[in-house]
């Protein structure tokens, strides 16, 4: 099993969900969160002063995946939150040790 | 005919506490403004020191304001004191008519004035946001309210030496706007700037408002509100001249605010690059403040123009006073002093009466007396109590350590954060707000 980590601009954030639910992802966690990638923000003016937005707002999205769907469900992330400008966001993968239904008990895939 | 004498007397009184009722709204209108542009952990505190401010001002203003204002004077300089009664006119003194018999009631004008005071010392609020403490603020308001500002009111529309000098202000571009920015300013000199308006190495860095739907509602109420204030400070409406000078009133009121939102949009787009919406907003205000001392005489494009003069006059002293580390988070001192300024020197471009020399006078004693004894109030207050938060209090918002509450519990990452609900972050407010005690 993955965790796959998806950290999006808040407006991708249906598209993104329509695309991994295609392959059967039936739950997912999603975050409101701020941050800066390699841009390293931008600045703005307000009253006549400059000031500098670090922290860009972001939506972060885990899930966890079978092994097998994987690739296919990164894919269809990446071409659905994609639009080729400065800040369309990252997506982390990690090994998911194991899983559990708090309400029936169920360990492993069936849990996810 | 008596009757018809009656019925005047009662449509000018009616249209008096109209028009007060609408000046007394600008409170609100100066509330919404304020709140919106301060942060969202400031909201809460704000908003208590503009309710409080206007009860303040409404009891001192009863209990001697009035009556240093416009009661019996020693002489033209010195006014006395006395506290507001409840004789008002017998129908008896209405109907001998001529030129001396009153044509409203006494307490409608108690009523008309002391809403004024509460416009001048809601001016302040807004300048020392942020960083100054409730119950200091709170106090200069007792001292401003009863006695700084009826005595310059006095010296003009109670009949003092500057209304003997020809020095006019119509509605109190200088008497009401340019007295708030003057307290204000010396404030705010004696304050210091908020934590983080100024970098180490002296870079001004933007702390912008939370909320610009409601200073754009405050905005729009001052608006409405300024009908009021100049058009019933045309004291009169029930016979055909004054009607239509009330109609002029308020045309230029309108027309000012429009040229003044228009010129600082432009000016801001032009200059920053985008249309700063806080400017606009402190346009149209300085439209409306330019065109109080004189909304009678001029055209309506002429009132357009003076109103925009003022519009580009307060994005510019906006940014200079920035500059010059006055830290004014509403703009006040530029929107209600620099173009209260410009509002009185502008009387001259179309009252006949009217004579620069005057103006300046007025200007200059106006200025003078304000700031000074405001100075001296408030480092006496510094003195005893103490004018600032702590910085401790300053970071995590007055909204906490002022009023143990916070405006927006569930949305800001304020104190509250260790709940999600008013109910829940109860302790931690309780345990925040008093650090000293275990």
């Given amino acids: ?112 | 005919m008596d009757k018809v004498l009656e019925l005047s007397y009662a449509l000018d009184t009616f249209y008096f506490l109209m028009c007060g009722a609408l000046v007394m709204w600008m409170a609100a209108g100066f509330t919404m403004l304020e709140a919106g542009l301060v942060r969202a952990k400031n909201t809460a505190e704000i908003l208590t020191k503009n309710v409080g401010l206007y009860a303040v001002a409404c009891i001192m203003y009863m209990l001697c304001g009035y009556g240093i204002m416009y009661g019996d004077s020693v002489n033209s300089f010195i006014p006395g004191i006395s506290m507001l009664g409840m004789q008002d006119n017998t129908a008896q003194a209405v109907l001998a008519g001529g030129e001396d018999a009153p044509y409203y009631s006494n307490l409608s004008d108690f009523f008309f004035q002391v809403v004024f005071v509460a416009t001048a010392m809601s001016i302040v609020s807004g300048a020392v946001a942020e960083r100054m403490k409730l119950w200091a603020f709170l106090l200069f308001a007792v001292v401003m309210t009863g006695f700084i500002y009826p005595v310059q009111g006095f010296w003009k529309w109670g009949g003092g030496f500057l209304d003997g000098a020809g020095f006019l202000d119509f509605a109190g571009s200088g008497v009401v706007h340019m007295t708030g920015a003057a307290a204000a300013l010396a404030g705010v000199l004696l304050l210091g700037a908020r934590k983080g308006k100024y970098s180490k190495d002296g870079r001004i860095q933007a702390i912008p408002g939370c909320n610009l739907p409601l200073a754009t509602l405050g905005t729009f109420i001052l608006w409405l509100g300024w009908f009021g204030f100049n058009g019933g400070s045309e004291l009169k409406i029930s016979d055909v001249g004054e009607a239509n000078s009330v109609a002029l009133v308020f045309v230029n009121t309108n027309m000012a605010a429009t040229g003044g939102l228009i010129a600082a949009l432009a000016l801001a787009r032009v200059w920053f690059g985008k249309a700063d919406l806080t400017m606009a907003l402190n346009g149209a205000l300085a439209g409306l403040v330019a065109i109080t001392a004189e909304p009678l005489t001029p055209a309506p494009l002429l009132a357009t123009a003076i109103g925009g003069v003022g519009g580009l006059l307060v994005v510019t002293s906006i940014v200079m006073l920035d500059k010059l580390k006055i830290d004014d988070p509403v703009g006040a001192i530029s929107v209600h002093g620099v173009v209260g300024i410009w509002g009185l020197l502008a009387v001259v471009l179309s009252n006949d009466d009217a004579s620069l020399p005057a103006q300046l006078l007025g200007i200059a004693v106006i200025f003078a007396w304000v700031f000074s004894i405001s100075f001296g109030t408030w480092w006496a207050i510094r003195k005893v109590m103490g004018i600032r938060v702590s910085e401790q209090e300053e970071f995590e918002g007055v909204d906490v350590g002022e009023c143990g509450l916070e405006a927006y519990p569930e949305f800001t990452l304020g104190v509250g954060r260790t709940g999600t609900t008013p109910a829940q972050a109860a302790p931690a407010y309780a345990m925040r707000a008093h650090p000293t005690k275990s």
């Fill in chain 1, 1 to 112: 099993m993955k965790l796959i980590t998806i950290i999006v601009n808040p407006h991708k954030v249906e598209d993104v969900r329509r695309a991994f639910t295609r392959f059967g992802v039936s739950g997912a966690t999603v975050t409101e969160v701020k941050g800066y990638g390699r841009q390293r923000g931008h600045s703005e003016v307000y009253r006549g002063a400059e000031y500098s937005v670090e922290f860009r707002p972001k939506v972060k999205i885990e899930i966890g995946v079978h092994d097998d769907l994987c690739e296919q469900v990164i894919e269809a992330v990446i071409d659905a939150a994609r639009t080729g400008k400065i800040g369309d966001g990252k997506v982390f993968v990690t090994e998911l040790e194991q899983a559990m239904r708090i309400r029936t008990g169920e360990i492993g895939v069936a849990a996810i």
